[in-house]
C-alpha cells in the first residue's frame, strides 16, 4: 500500500548539480530505510545510497564524495544530492521503500 514518485531529474553538463526527490503516499507504519537505485543502458540495477531511519547512510563507491541521501520522515520524503556529475552517473533512478518502487526519473549527464 506504499506508492513511491521520484522526481527531479533532468539533463545536466559535467560538473553540474541535481537533486532528486521522492515522496510516499499510502497506508504504512513507518518507513524503516530508503534506498536509490540507478539503472543505466545495458546495466544492471545498482545501489546508490541508502539511508536508515537513525539517519545511518551507506554510498556507493562510485558516488561517495559526491551524493548525499537525506529523509524528511514528517513528510515521508528523501531526498538524492546530486553534485560533480559525471557522463557515468546517467541512468535512471528509483526510489524503493518498503519494498515498493517508484516509477524512475531520467538523469542524463553529457557535454
Known amino acids: 500500500q506504499v506508492q513511491l514518485v521520484e522526481s527531479g531529474g533532468g539533463s545536466v553538463r559535467p560538473g553540474g548539480s541535481l537533486t532528486l526527490s521522492c515522496t510516499a503516499s499510502?497506508?504504512?507504519?513507518?518507513?524503516?530505510?530508503w534506498y536509490w537505485f540507478r539503472q543505466a543502458p545495458g546495466k544492471q540495477r545498482e545501489l546508490v545510497a541508502s539511508?536508515?531511519?537513525?539517519?545511518?547512510?551507506n554510498y556507493g563507491d562510485s558516488v561517495k564524495g559526491r551524493f548525499t541521501i537525506s529523509r524528511d520522515n514528517d513528510k515521508k520524503m528523501t531526498y538524492l544530492q546530486m553534485n560533480n556529475l559525471k557522463p557515468d552517473d546517467t541512468a535512471v533512478y528509483y526510489c524503493?521503500?518498503?519494498?515498493?518502487w517508484g516509477q524512475g526519473t531520467q538523469v542524463t549527464v553529457s557535454s
Open positions: 524503493n521503500a518498503a519494498q515498493c
Open positions: 499510502g497506508d504504512y507504519s513507518e518507513l524503516w530505510a
Open positions: 539511508i536508515m531511519l537513525s539517519g545511518y547512510t
